[in-house]
């Protein structure tokens, strides 16, 4: 299975899972470009028409959107990741569908230099609801999905870090910025940061 990534985008939640679950992976980098992105100097595009990452590749089937690619990786896991049937099953799916489509596109446009300076106050309060929101979802075991961690929460740590990079104050979710600390030291989570090159050195 070939994993295309660029570091630290949505992306690394499907590296981070990829890892815990043991599935072997080839993971490759995505080099942004205006002209179009590139993988080894060939254009991405011919992968992913839209130029976006995730994108799974696994034989005959290519799997693109952060939250059904996550999915995909759970189902290949044999329960290491979230549980493939029943009620667990669709609180897992409509988990990653809240992260997707509430915070992770809420916060994207935190990222662009062009958003106009009076808009951004907008879309730090819907990132602010929408964390209060996701810190709710932290179960009593300490994972938003049962007892144990799954693709869900790889990918909210994944978009937590983007809050660091967003220089956020994060004082008003105690309960989140453990959580990003615990699931940020997993052995899969580090490995993943490093390959990444997303560590600090030491």
Same mark, same amino acid.
């Given at each position: 299975?070939?994993?295309?990534?660029?570091?630290?985008?949505?992306?690394?939640?499907?590296?981070?899972?990829?890892?815990?679950?043991?599935?072997?992976?080839?993971?490759?980098?995505?080099?942004?470009?205006?002209?179009? @992105?590139?993988?080894?100097?060939?254009? $991405?595009?011919?992968?992913?028409?839209?130029?976006?990452?995730?994108?799974?590749?696994?034989?005959?089937?290519?799997?693109?959107?952060?939250?059904?690619?996550?999915?995909?990786? =759970?189902?290949?896991?044999?329960?290491?990741?979230?549980?493939?049937?029943?009620?667990?099953?669709? &609180?897992?799916?409509?988990?990653? @569908?809240?992260?997707?489509?509430?915070?992770?596109?809420?916060?994207?446009?935190?990222?662009?230099?062009?958003?106009?300076?009076?808009?951004?106050?907008?879309?730090?309060?819907? =990132?602010?609801?929408?964390?209060?929101?996701?810190? &709710?979802?932290?179960?009593?075991?300490?994972?938003?999905?049962?007892?144990?961690?799954?693709?869900?929460?790889? $990918?909210?740590?994944?978009?937590?870090?983007?809050? @660091?990079?967003?220089?956020?104050?994060?004082?008003?979710?105690?309960?989140?910025?453990? $959580?990003?600390?615990?699931?940020?030291?997993?052995?899969?989570?580090?490995? =993943?940061?490093?390959?990444?090159?997303?560590?600090?050195?030491?």
């Amino acid at each position: 299975m070939e994993l295309y990534y660029i570091p630290a985008a949505c992306s690394l939640a499907a590296h981070i899972s990829c890892l815990e679950a043991e599935i072997p992976t080839t993971c490759r980098m995505v080099v942004m470009d205006p002209a179009g @992105n590139k993988v080894d100097g060939e254009d $991405y595009s011919k992968i992913n028409p839209l130029g976006l990452v995730p994108t799974i590749v696994d034989g005959e089937t290519k799997i693109s959107e952060a939250a059904i690619v996550l999915q995909y990786i =759970a189902d290949k896991a044999d329960g290491k990741l979230g549980k493939v049937t029943g009620d667990e099953r669709w &609180k897992l799916l409509e988990t990653l @569908n809240f992260i997707s489509t509430e915070l992770h596109k809420t916060m994207a446009p935190l990222f662009r230099p062009d958003l106009p300076v009076e808009a951004r106050p907008f879309f730090e309060k819907m =990132a602010a609801n929408r964390l209060t929101e996701a810190e &709710k979802r932290i179960g009593s075991a300490g994972y938003l999905v049962g007892d144990s961690f799954t693709v869900a929460d790889a $990918y909210l740590f994944t978009v937590l870090g983007w809050c @660091n990079f967003l220089k956020m104050d994060m004082s008003p979710w105690p309960k989140l910025v453990e $959580y990003a600390q615990r699931i940020g030291g997993r052995p899969a989570v580090l490995q =993943a940061l490093k390959e990444e090159g997303l560590l600090s050195p030491a």
